[in-house]
Nanobody, 123 residues
């Protein structure tokens, strides 16, 4: 059974940094891609960043490009999201997700999800 566990969230001041981790276990396949999504209160879940597991190709939403960096450690089955220059509008529950096939960025395309880690940015 695939399990994704996020960690690293917390409360940070505007302009600060956080590093999120997503540890994957129970993988019996090599995921095509893993991604970070986020959901703010009262809003839909939205794409943040994606990385292809094999090649490490990355893609970001316009709202985080240049501030966030997604990476993965294949040996540890762990994905990361380095978040710099955080803004109050980044406040959300951050989820990691994995998909077996394809590299798209739509929420419904991802088969496996973590429980989320809260990121709160104060002004």
């Amino acid at each position: 059974q695939v399990q994704l566990v996020e960690s690293g969230g917390g409360l940070v001041q505007s302009g600060g940094s956080l590093r999120l981790s997503c540890a994957a276990s129970g993988l019996t396949f090599c995921p095509a891609a893993m991604a970070w999504f986020r959901q703010a209160p009262g809003k839909e879940r939205e794409f943040v960043a994606r990385i292809t597991w094999s090649g490490g190709d990355t893609f970001y939403s316009n709202s985080v490009k240049g501030r966030f960096t997604i990476s993965r450690d294949k040996a540890k089955n762990t994905m990361y999201l380095q978040m710099n220059s955080l803004k109050p509008e980044d406040t959300a529950l951050f989820y990691c997700a994995a998909r077996k096939y394809g590299t798209g960025i739509r929420v419904y395309e991802y088969n496996y999800w973590g429980q989320g880690t809260q990121v709160t940015v104060s002004s």
